[in-house]
T-cell receptor
Framework: NAGVTQTPKFRILKIGQSMTLQCTQDMNHNYMYWYRQDPGMGLKLIYYSVGAGITDKGEVPNGYNVSRSTTEDFPLRLELAAPSQTSVYFC??????????FGEGSRLTVL | DAKTTQPTSMDCAEGRAANLPCNHSTISGNEYVYWYRQIHSQGPQYIIHGLKNNETNEMASLIITEDRKSSTLILPHATLRDTAVYYCIVRSLRGGNYQLIWGAGTKLIIKP
């Protein structure tokens, strides 16, 4: 099993550009999450999904969108990138909501 | 906001037990305590969790006080590879679903 796979690992965007961070898991988990982590801080929840076709906002959803058309995939869309979105983004999945499995992260810089 | 309070940083000698404290004085009766660690900006790794009783697995032990207002994560024989940020998290009900609300964690440095 590959676990949780995130792409790309690194990306530099210009202000106003858009992009999609990809996340795929092969563990058949129902729950999936997107977090962002700023330097020296803990993780902040952006969006989460409890199953295919169901998504909901977390603590910091503004400027982001998600979709969950399959159990495996949970892409995160950034529209009109801003410098405040410079961060490390982590995708995670779980079956029982407490023990999360994380990807290796996507490091995004907006200039 | 996170429901936990942890020291910002701690040191421990290699081979010794590392004891990481956590305060969660506002925890509710059905909320679990989870511990994760993050090694050098990698994705966080689950360590252990508990509700009331002490728990042990191959990585660590979790001691929860009887009033559940605090807990301690114990790494019994710390190695250099245990240097990481350790997060103590209370899993709370938010918006109809249980969520993990992360604080800043404790930076644990294992010294040779």
């Amino acid at each position: 099993n590959a676990g949780v796979t995130q792409t790309p690992k690194f990306r530099i965007l210009k202000i106003g550009q858009s992009m999609t961070l990809q996340c795929t898991q092969d563990m058949n988990h129902n729950y999936m999450y997107w977090y962002r982590q700023d330097p020296g801080m803990g993780l902040k929840l952006i969006y989460y999904s409890v199953g295919a076709g169901i998504t909901d906002k977390g603590e910091v959803p503004n400027g982001y969108n998600v979709s969950r058309s399959t159990t495996e995939d949970f892409p995160l869309r950034l529209e009109l990138a801003a410098p405040s979105q410079t961060s490390v983004y982590f995708c995670a999945s779980t079956q029982n909501t407490g023990e999360l499995f994380f990807g290796e992260g996507s490091r995004l810089t907006v200039l | 906001d996170a429901k936990t309070t942890q020291p910002t940083s701690m040191d421990c000698a290699e081979g010794r037990a590392a004891n990481l404290p956590c305060n969660h004085s506002t925890i509710s009766g059905n909320e679990y305590v989870y511990w994760y660690r993050q090694i050098h900006s990698q994705g966080p790794q689950y360590i252990i969790h508990g509700l009331k009783n002490n728990e042990t697995n191959e990585m660590a032990s979790l001691i929860i006080t009887e009033d559940r207002k605090s807990s301690t994560l114990i790494l019994p024989h710390a190695t250099l590879r245990d240097t990481a940020v350790y997060y103590c998290i209370v899993r709370s009900l938010r918006g109809g679903n249980y969520q993990l609300i992360w604080g800043a964690g404790t930076k644990l440095i294992i010294k040779p």
